[in-house]
């Protein structure tokens, strides 16, 4: 499985960007499927992801509330939604996939991300 993002940009403090993911094969039902940033000089920072076969979602704090991801079964793609945008939240933008979860809840780890996409820059000016 190959993921492609896109929709990163330059935006003002304050807009809006929906970044997209597709996937280059189906997405089983049993994965996890969301989006970790790295904000240059820090670590990498899971940001959401969701449960493909319900739908249920977990963010990180700094994103609740401004954040939603979704997807699109027939497209194998999830997205990441992001409104009220804040220059901290500017960041290079993965796209991630758990492949074998095991009915466990979804991990804020990027060791149990086993696919990532290539990134999107997201910038957001002051």
């Known amino acids: 499985v190959q993921l492609q993002a896109s929709g990163g940009g330059l935006v003002q403090a304050g807009g809006s960007l929906r970044l997209s993911c597709a996937a280059s094969t189906p997405i089983l039902s049993n994965y996890h499927m969301g989006w970790f940033r790295q904000a240059p000089g820090k670590e990498r920072e899971f940001v959401g992801a969701?449960?493909?076969?319900?739908?249920?979602?977990l963010y990180t704090d700094s994103v609740k509330g401004r954040a939603t991801i979704s997807r699109d079964n027939a497209k194998n793609s999830v997205y990441l939604q992001m409104n009220s945008l804040k220059p901290e939240d500017t960041a290079v933008y993965y796209c991630?996939?758990?492949?074998?979860?095991?009915?466990?809840?979804?991990?804020?780890?990027?060791?149990?991300?086993?696919?990532w996409g290539q990134g999107t820059q997201v910038t957001v000016s002051s």
């Open positions: 991630v996939v758990r492949q074998n979860p095991s009915r466990t809840p979804i991990s804020t780890s990027g060791a149990l991300f086993d696919l």
């Open positions: 969701l449960t493909w076969r319900e739908g249920r979602t």
